[in-house]
């Protein structure tokens, strides 16, 4: 045994006999220093908010690459290469659009940002949507495994369908019909805007609406208007599906006007909407109108990627994975800061990688490859993982798993990790384990309802079957050392409504990431043990991806 083995096996010993408020304070592989100083440079107003497609990223990609070469790592782009391109198209609507629901000879204004948020994925100069029909389909579930369908063989084409957010049994009574038939108050995938988009786009419709209300969404409308009718989306081929012309957000009490203007009860609708038998309802007569001017451009943005070849089982991976973009220049905030630096998110995750790979590097070989990915456009709706996932580096058949990590825990140190995804796979049972040897434990994260399963980069690879793990601090409130549960949920209370996606996201020397380093910790001994195994994490049953990780269970074998 060498010296660092025999080093970290009696600090394991001495950390376990110590007591718990000196356990989490102590320093072992991960340093809060280090990450500090890592995000300090990454959310600097040099970076510019690490925008894909701008000087930010070129700045932010040259910065990585430079990271993983002085920590002796190898490129991991393939082909020698340190990155994988990831072709995007980016539109911007231009100040100055004209949004209208027409009733009759009656014209009803929707203001861009206050009533509405729309954009476009087409690379197109004009927008032009002229009186299309509004239809209602409750939540826009089709679910045959559940016998649920929201259509009922409604022809959408050339209208625009208007969804409610989450998924029917979100607002369930205990005793409804649909009471924990989408997982009760967790959100499922057909709650997430992304899943209403595709489905409106598969049945031909033009546009897609979503009212946006806090509770379902997880976030409140300051969110949904900061991309400020800025999209980006793949690069598609013309043979391609593609994408309806309009999607967006209406704010709730515009919806509710707009609902009572077409003489409809918005909220008699949403509670005939959680019926299997909802049928959709045309907006008494009320067309939708648009006319946007629409900016477009074709950018090559790159993931970046970084390898430890294993030494006995190089074509099996551990993948550890965090988003290096961010919002880039915006509008100013109340302070005149127009920066959004996404210092927490997700400098910080990118700082944890990094720290991951430092530590790898300076233990011994493992027996399977360690990739270190740096996405691009999460932001933009997890782009850079998904063009990876479509087009992997690394087989996904042979990953055996991917670590995620996004926003993490800037209020010290806790008695608990907040477990984002619960009883998906066998994951969580080692983070159980690494939980007890850190004296600490494992809390289901407190509102599955925000969807967070969905929300990030881990899911492009879940749902080809990779088994992952997700750390994110703000599925709720940690147990803090200093002030409990109370103090961790005030902590992310107040990043979530005051600094998420905003300039506020910035870099603080009042950081405490003694937290932020245990739970690093935690997936960097997860992911040793298992890079020197010859376990295949797997999928509970009852999971959606259990199914499609068995279909190349052949491969694992060989």
Request: charged letters at 20%; glycine letters at 10%.
């Amino acid at each position: 045994m060498n010296r660092l083995a025999v080093f970290t096996a009696f600090a394991s010993a001495c950390l376990l006999a110590l007591p718990l408020a000196v356990r989490a304070q102590a320093a072992n592989t991960i340093s809060p220093s280090e990450l500090s100083a890592t995000v300090k440079t990454l959310a600097s107003d040099d970076f510019e908010g690490r925008a894909p497609g701008t000087a930010g990223e070129a700045k932010t990609v040259g910065y990585l690459v430079a990271r993983f070469k002085a920590l002796g790592l190898k490129p991991g782009g393939g082909k020698g290469s340190w990155t994988q391109s990831v072709p995007l198209v980016h539109t911007q609507v231009t100040d100055g659009s004209r949004l209208a629901v027409n009733l009759g000879d009656t014209v009803i204004p929707l203001t861009q940002l206050q009533d509405i948020h729309v954009s476009t994925l087409h690379p197109v100069d004009q927008v032009s949507i002229d009186k299309a029909p509004l239809v209602f389909v409750g939540y826009g579930v089709s679910a045959p495994e559940q016998q649920w369908d929201d259509f009922k063989g409604m022809d959408l084409k050339g209208k625009v369908a208007v969804f409610l957010v989450n998924d029917p049994d979100f607002e369930a009574q205990p005793g409804d019909a649909v009471a924990g038939r989408f997982g009760g108050k967790a959100m499922t995938y057909y709650g997430r805007w992304t899943y209403k988009y595709e489905e409106a786009a598969r049945r031909g419709a033009i546009g897609a609406l979503i009212v946006h209300e806090t509770a379902g969404a997880g976030y409140g409308w300051s969110t949904v208007i900061a991309a400020h009718g800025e999209s980006y989306d793949v690069r598609r081929a013309a043979n391609a599906a593609q994408p309806v012309l309009l999607q967006g957000w209406l704010q709730r009490d515009a919806a509710v006007n707009l609902f009572a203007k077409a003489g409809l009860d918005f909220e008699a609708l949403k509670l005939k909407a959680r019926q299997p038998d909802f049928q959709p309802v045309p907006l008494g007569g009320e067309t939708f109108s648009a006319d946007l001017t629409v900016t477009h451009t074709e950018i090559e943005s790159h993931n970046v990627l970084a390898r430890l070849p294993g030494k006995k089982h190089p074509d099996q991976t551990i993948l550890y994975a965090a988003h290096w973009d961010a919002y880039g220049i915006g509008a100013p905030d109340a302070h005149g800061d127009r920066i959004r630096r996404g210092a927490n998110d997700d400098g910080l995750g990118v700082a944890g990688v990094l720290e991951i790979a430092r530590a790898f590097k300076s233990a011994p070989r493992t027996r399977r490859t360690i990739v270190f990915a740096l996405w691009t456009a999460e932001e933009r709706g997890l782009l850079g993982s998904e063009t990876y996932a479509l087009h992997p580096l690394y087989p996904l058949a042979r990953t055996a798993a991917n670590f995620t990590m996004d926003i993490l825990n800037t209020a010290g140190p806790s008695h608990d990790v907040v477990l984002i995804g619960t009883g998906q796979n066998s994951l969580e049972n080692d983070l159980t384990a690494a939980a007890a040897a850190q004296g600490r434990t494992v809390t289901p994260a407190a509102h599955p309802e925000k969807g967070l399963v969905y929300r990030a980069d881990h899911f492009s690879l879940s749902k080809r079957g990779v088994p992952t793990l997700l750390l994110m601090a703000i599925g709720g409130g940690p147990d803090l050392l200093d002030g409990g549960r109370a103090a961790g949920d005030k902590w992310v209370d107040d990043y979530t409504a005051n600094c998420y996606h905003k300039a506020c996201d910035a870099w603080s020397p009042d950081w405490d990431l003694r937290g932020a380093a245990q739970d690093i910790e935690l997936i960097y001994d997860i992911g040793r043990k298992l890079a020197d195994s010859d376990d295949w994490p797997q999928w509970n049953d009852g999971s959606e991806f259990k199914t499609v990780r068995a279909a190349s269970d052949g491969l694992r074998r060989k």
